[in-house]
């Protein structure tokens, strides 16, 4: 009898991821590149396809086999590989679970406020000045609290405007400082525990300079007859104003003998 020739049954492939490692897990916007290795025992690979899920990511149709996840969604993902052979059989490997990481959230950036003084205080000189800042963070420490003496028109912050670091003191940040006479143009720089950081609005304060005045006439340890008139004069000037007047005084006296204008 003649018998037709058996046809041998076709072997299904097989495959095997070998990237990523299993439970790895992937910063968010880092893409992840998956590995496998395949081989059929009776044909060849045609092509190895690779799957999130259910969902198909890529193929590779030539080894090594490949494909590249970019963008992968944040959360848990279960991966495999599934290897097609030149008849049409399949192979699906064992899964590997992978965890993209959600990104860190970012940074808030701190406030800062200055307190006291207000606007446009003004004090004579030399005046000792208490700086007060109300800084937070919302997300974070305050790290610290710098106050800087500025040009407004052009700020510069650096060793040269700085005035000093504030101390926290019952929940502000304080700088005592002694200002001599001129106009200061204030702010205040915080720095929170991540490296961000903010500027207050500026606080004007002004150091009045002390006018000058000398004596000029009657002269050191001049004679006068009793009962004449004296005429008191004096040289009075002011670096940083005007002089609204000139008072005299005798002997300690806290009433003036009269004043000048």
Do not use: C, M
């Amino acid at each position: 009898l003649f018998r037709s020739p058996v046809t041998p049954v076709n072997q299904a492939p097989t495959v095997t991821l070998t990237a990523p490692a299993a439970n790895a897990t992937v910063a968010s916007g880092v893409s992840i590149t998956i590995t496998a290795t395949a081989a059929d025992t009776d044909g060849t690979v045609a092509r190895v396809e690779f799957y999130d899920g259910a969902t198909k990511l890529g193929e590779d149709t030539t080894a090594p086999y490949e494909f590249t996840w970019t963008n992968p969604s944040t959360g848990a993902h279960t991966i495999t590989a599934r290897a097609i052979d030149n008849a049409g059989a399949t192979a699906v490997s064992s899964s590997t679970p992978v965890t993209v990481n959600a990104p860190p959230p970012v940074n808030q950036a701190p406030t800062i406020s200055i307190t006291a003084p207000t606007t446009n205080f003004k004090a004579n000189a030399p005046a000792t000045v208490k700086l007060v800042a109300n800084a937070a963070d919302a997300d974070g420490t305050v790290a610290e609290v710098k106050f800087y003496r500025i040009n407004t028109a052009a700020p510069v912050f650096d060793a040269s405007t700085l005035l000093g670091a504030g101390t926290l003191v019952g929940g502000t940040f304080e700088l005592s400082k002694t200002l001599d006479a001129g106009t200061y143009d204030i702010v205040a720089i915080v720095k929170d525990n991540a490296g961000a950081s903010a500027q207050s609005g500026t606080v004007r304060v002004i150091v009045n300079a002390l006018p000058t005045v000398n004596i000029s006439s009657p002269a050191a340890g001049a004679s006068i007859k009793v009962g004449s008139n004296v005429t008191l004069r004096a040289l009075a000037s002011d670096t940083d104003g005007s002089i609204s007047k000139v008072e005299f005084f005798l002997d300690g006296s806290a009433t003036a003998l009269g004043q000048a204008t």
